[in-house]
């Protein structure tokens, strides 16, 4: 069972990379478990300045460069810190980064800010993976599940989904077989009291029997000892 859940951690597929403006227009691309979308700014902010600060961003993102990508992000964060997106993205690069507890604040606080139903359900799933790394596998699947009525044809989501329902129908199996030592352990232990039980009863028979004998006995030879005096 340990093998096989291992196994199904290993086949959980990753978070989606993080958003980043190209021709100011929205563009969804698909590679691997991976999706690249667009970082799509409010018209009031610096469109050259953000698109510079996300090409830098998402190109040490690519690199596996977390941490400075995660820099770059945050610091852009603290001037346009109500930016859904860039929630998402500082949310999405600390999920590579292995911090899990903050990654969940930071999605979370994007899904309340976007407005976008793809963007959103992207932020459903990567919230579903992150949840899933906190050992919430139901709160993982209800992630995946919103994703999926955001976007039907997320297979992605899909696939995970389905995956921690079979996991969910193991653990609940394997839980039974589990139990079921338990059980014959507990009828064991049941049937081992009653056996005791009956026996301490009937040692208390015997000795009763025995003590109204040897009672009677006493009697009989007293009304002996009385004949024999007369």
């Known amino acids: 069972w340990g093998l096989l859940f291992l196994l199904l951690e290993d086949f959980v597929r990753d978070a ?12 969804v691309t698909s590679q691997l478990a991976f999706l690249l979308i667009i970082w799509l700014f409010h018209s009031a902010f610096s469109l050259d300045s953000v698109s510079e600060k996300s090409k830098e961003a998402g190109a040490l993102y690519q690199k596996s460069q977390y941490d400075d990508a995660l820099k770059t992000y945050r610091s852009e964060q603290v001037k346009h810190p109500e930016s859904g997106e860039l929630r998402y993205n500082v949310g999405t690069t600390l999920y590579k980064t292995q911090d899990y507890q903050e990654a969940k604040y930071q999605l979370e606080s994007a899904l309340k800010n976007l407005t976008d139903n793809n963007l959103k359900a992207n932020a459903y799933y ?11 596998m139901e709160g993982a699947m209800k992630s995946y599940q919103k994703a999926l009525e955001l976007n039907p044809n997320d297979a992605d989501s899909k696939y995970n989904l389905e995956l921690l329902k079979k996991k969910q129908e193991m653990m609940s199996d394997k839980h039974k077989e589990d139990q079921k030592p338990d059980q014959k352990n ?3 232990q049941k049937d081992q009291k009653d056996q005791q039980d009956q026996k301490q009863k009937q040692d208390q028979q015997q000795n009763q029997n025995q003590q109204q004998n040897q009672e009677q006995k006493q009697q009989d030879q007293q009304k002996q000892d009385q004949k024999q005096d007369q």
Request: hydrophobic share 20%; net charge positive.
């Open 16 to 27: 989606r990379r993080p958003i980043k403006r190209n021709n100011s227009k929205l563009v």
């Open 126 to 136: 990567n919230h579903g993976n992150t949840l899933y790394r906190l050992g919430d």
């Open 186 to 188: 507990q009828k064991d």
